[in-house]
Every structure is written in C-alpha cells, then in structure tokens.
C-alpha cells in the first residue's frame, strides 16, 4: 500500500504559478508509476500528467503541455507539479495517484492509489 498527501494548493491569479506537491508513505514508492488528475466541480476527473518510476518518460494532457510539468524525487518519495501560466479553467481539486503497473495511463481506474486533494483556483 502507497499513502498520498496532497500540498501547495491555494489562490492565484491567471499568469501566476503553483508548485503541489505529493508526499507518498508506505511501500517502495519508487517503484510507483505517479499520476496527477484534477477535477472540476460538475465534471470528471481528468487526467494531467503522469511520470514514470525513472523520471525518464512523462505524459501531459494536451491543456497543460507547455505550462505544467512534472518531476519527481525518490530519494523524498515526493512528486511534484510545477503549473505556470496559470488559466482560470485550471481550477479544480488536484489529485496524486499511483498505479503498480508500468505504463502512463491517463484512465482513473487504472491508478491504484489516491490521495485526498488539494484545491487550486485561478482568478481571473
């Protein structure tokens, strides 16, 4: 089992940046492929980007490539989301999720585990 907690949510204004971070317990968590969804209110969860348990491959939803990236660091057992040029439709509820399997998907139910999430909202 991975335990995820969500940090680094908060208010900012359209151009502003965020960092979230996601701090993961438990099992060996570099062997965790890691995955970042939000979720807006009235709608699904959608994916945003995912990272491999190397760091070396990575995947991003088409409305966040160029602005968002994601990164890891094992040694810290931490993933994290750096979101530049920040959109009012990036607001949403963000999630950490990890799956056991390799492979980057962008389907929820694939991701074995979920940490509760973290608020960002852009005003504009």
């Known amino acids: 089992q991975v335990q995820l907690v969500e940090s680094g949510g908060g208010l900012v204004q359209a151009g502003g940046s965020l960092r979230l971070s996601c701090a993961a317990s438990?099992?060996?968590?570099?062997?965790?492929?890691m995955g970042w969804f939000r979720q807006a209110p009235g709608k699904e969860r959608e994916f945003v980007a995912a990272?491999?348990?190397?760091?070396?491959?990575?995947r991003y939803a088409d409305s966040v490539k160029g602005r968002f990236t994601i990164s890891r660091d094992n040694a810290k057992n931490t993933v994290y989301l750096q979101m530049n040029s920040l959109k009012p439709e990036d607001t949403a509820v963000y999630y950490c999720?990890?799956?056991?399997?390799?492979?980057?998907?962008?389907?929820?139910?694939?991701?074995?585990?979920w940490g509760q999430g973290t608020q960002v909202t852009v005003s504009s």
């Open positions: 999720a990890g799956r056991d399997q390799s492979g980057l998907t962008t389907v929820v139910p694939l991701y074995d585990y």
């Open positions: 438990g099992r060996t968590f570099s062997s965790v492929v």
């Open positions: 990272i491999s348990w190397s760091g070396g491959s990575k």
